[in-house]
């Protein structure tokens, strides 16, 4: 198993603790605000993350109402989501971000 295939085992695991994905988020959203597409992006890889470690995407899209396919689609690095859809998936995961 490469490196970065045990990094990202170990980041999904802290992620499933809750305040820990809180504070990756609240981390990626103030990266985000940048406002360049390579700290936007960040925002979006952190949100694939904490789905992961909460159960994948396809549990997160049935909490939060979506179809499977247009999650993946949304979440994926060519993904343009509406703020609306990154709230109503924040809600659905149970987190509540604050900027610093």
Not at 33 to 53: H, I, P, Y
Not at 73 to 92: D, I, Q
Not at 95 to 100: A, F, K, Q, V
Request: charged share 25%; hydrophobic share 40%; net charge positive.
């Amino acid at each position: 198993m490469g490196r970065s295939r045990i990094y990202q085992d170990f980041l999904i695991e802290q992620l499933k603790d809750h305040d820990e994905a809180v504070a990756y988020l609240n981390a990626a959203l103030e990266e985000s605000l940048k406002g360049d597409k390579e700290s936007q992006q960040v925002f979006l890889l952190a949100l694939r993350n904490v789905a992961e470690a909460q159960g994948g995407i396809g549990a997160l899209a049935k909490k939060a109402h979506f179809g499977r396919e247009s999650l993946y689609k949304t979440l994926s690095s060519s993904g343009n989501p509406k703020w609306h859809t990154l709230v109503s998936l924040c809600v659905a995961m149970g987190l509540n971000l604050r900027l610093s």
